[in-house]
């Protein structure tokens, strides 16, 4: 196999050989600089390190790209086991950016460390050559324990503290497996909060300058978002409420008491206070779509459609256009806010329409061929290939394709049945008056209804003027018209196991690894009374 992928290799080199030598060494030319990379990039794939790296000295003049010829020079150096010159390129590259995780990494394999102590050097050094990089005091929490760590992070801690950093919280987070780093981050920053409360500064030993207001705020911010992932709501709410006191104007503030309380299961009081935070900034895109999410997690998907319409085409109805624009985070919330309120019907069309964009966006690719070609933009191009390949992994499908196979397992064992049937089998058991007091309740719901109906029809005669030409151009782009997806129509499907499995058949082929895809398989298959062929399945995954 290795053999034949070279062979391969070599006639691929050999082919486009011709272009190569036609072109002027001191040509700058971006298509034929984006050839010469994605030629290297064939051989690194095939294992020759050798020929890509001299591939890469021949041809280094002629690429515009500067920063992938350093970054692939390290990688293959690395590869050849020629470490004194891979750490020199990765120490350019160092200089070039301090704050890239990648390059100190690099750095280390150059250099190989034979201890936690020569690993810690190569930061110190960094340190002093960057006194202000952040990545540098970052990264050796990773490897560092006991004492070391609480000295390390202690000056990261409070060199983000006195900046104001609102993201140090998060850059910490992936420490929060280690118990014993958790109880030092806790003691340190407790630490600060009680000095800084009595004498404005980290320790009431040190002899710094005090600390201006601003630097306790951000511990108090810190120490909320802790205590909410260590799982104490109620002491995460004390101090994000002293923040909030202290300083009733500051946004980040409400984003994280709205998700304590989601945390501690208290969905509509999250909401609420994302609601306040929204208001705080109305011209905040990110707040408004989050307000937006936190609202259809409390089933509130009429107040989420009035917070998204502030940001969406004027004239077009905001579901329509969020639809337009491919906004499945919006649809996927949607979809499992309908699930929960049992509108099986509407919470389908979501899943559906998310199924849809995935297809729009693989037809989408062959507009990509002719140009990639054309511009030589072969690395990306193949990138784009992968992507397809794998599409159906995205979290945005899993979550659509899981809650309509859901659903459809719900209709299968409890389908819908029809409401005047329904009704008749209830009335039947009524009393004069009770039927009469029945009757007048389903006439003002029916009135009600109507009128909901007028208006709802009034806006869409006209969104209709508005979205009937591109509805044609996107209909004549696609290869003709859509069916269109109705409620009440996929509440009722005839085989709901199938429409399930449907959805089931990407996942099982690219998602294999998710318990959950195992256990839809499951569910729909014991429904269909394959017990035999699940059970190979099951053990087979």
Not at 95 to 103: A, G, K, V
Not at 381 to 387: Q, R, W
Request: aromatic share 10%; hydrophobic share 35%; charged share 30%.
């Amino acid at each position: 196999m290795a053999s034949t992928l070279q062979r391969a290799v070599m006639c691929f080199s050999v082919s486009i050989e011709p272009c190569v030598s036609q072109t002027s060494p001191d040509k700058v030319d971006y298509e034929y600089s984006e050839l010469l990379l994605y030629q290297n990039q064939v051989l690194r794939e095939a294992g020759l390190y050798k020929e890509a790296l001299e591939h890469l000295t021949t041809y280094e003049k002629q690429i515009c790209d500067k920063l992938a010829v350093e970054e692939t020079k390290g990688e293959l150096l690395v590869n050849l086991d020629r470490m004194d010159e891979a750490t020199e390129v990765y120490t350019r590259l160092q200089e070039r950016n301090p704050e890239n995780w990648s390059y100190y990494h690099g750095l280390e394999k150059a250099l190989k460390p034979a201890s936690v102590e020569e690993k810690q050097k190569i930061y110190e050094e960094a340190w002093v050559k960057y006194p202000k990089g952040l990545v540098p005091r970052r990264l050796p929490l990773n490897f560092l324990s006991g004492e070391k760590f609480r000295e390390c992070l202690d000056k990261y801690l409070r060199m983000n503290f006195s900046k104001g950093c609102p993201p140090v919280f998060t850059t910490l987070r992936s420490l929060y497996h280690d118990k014993e780093k958790v109880a030092i981050i806790e003691d340190l920053v407790v630490g600060y909060e009680t000095s800084l409360n009595g004498c404005r500064m980290f320790n009431q030993n040190d002899d710094g300058k005090e600390e201006p207001p601003t630097t306790l705020l951000w511990v108090q911010y810190f120490l909320a978002q802790h205590y909410d992932q260590i799982g104490q709501q109620t002491l995460a709410l004390d101090y994000i409420n002293a923040g909030i006191e202290s300083t009733p104007t500051l946004i980040e503030l409400f984003l994280i008491k709205a998700k304590i309380y989601k945390h501690a299961g208290n969905i509509k009081e999250a909401a609420r206070w994302m609601d306040e935070a929204q208001a705080l900034d109305t011209a905040d895109r990110f707040i408004n779509s989050k307000c937006a999410k936190y609202m259809l997690k409390a089933n509130m998907v009429k107040e989420a459609e009035e917070m998204c319409s502030k940001f969406t085409r004027e004239g077009a109805s905001a579901v329509e256009n969020l639809n337009e624009m491919q906004c499945m985070w919006f649809q996927t919330e949607c979809a499992l806010a309908y699930k929960s309120m049992n509108k099986y019907g509407e919470a389908l069309k979501k899943c559906h329409e998310i199924e849809r964009h995935f297809v729009e966006i693989t037809d989408d690719q062959f507009d990509f061929h002719t140009y990639c070609m054309r511009k030589m933009t072969l690395r990306s191009y193949v990138d784009l290939l992968k992507l397809e390949d794998v599409l159906r992994m995205h979290p945005f499908y899993f979550k659509a394709a899981k809650t309509a196979i859901e659903i459809y397992l719900t209709l299968h064992d409890n389908p819908l049945t029809d409401e005047n049937k329904e009704l008749e089998a209830d009335t039947a058991n009524l009393s004069d008056k009770e039927l009469k007091k029945l009757r007048n309740k389903q006439r003002r719901a029916q009135k009600k209804a109507q009128l909901e109906e007028e208006k709802k029809n009034a806006e869409k005669e006209k969104q209709l003027k508005n979205q009937k030409k591109k509805k044609e151009d996107d209909d004549e782009e696609i290869g003709g018209p859509k069916e269109e997806l109705i409620p009440e129509k996929l509440a009722k499907v005839e085989n709901p196991l199938e429409e399930a499995v449907k959805f089931l058949t990407p996942l099982k082929n690219l998602v294999k690894n998710k318990i959950e895809t195992h256990l839809l398989a499951f569910e729909i298959y014991f429904r269909k009374g394959k017990t035999r062929l699940q059970s190979l399945y099951a053990f087979r995954g």
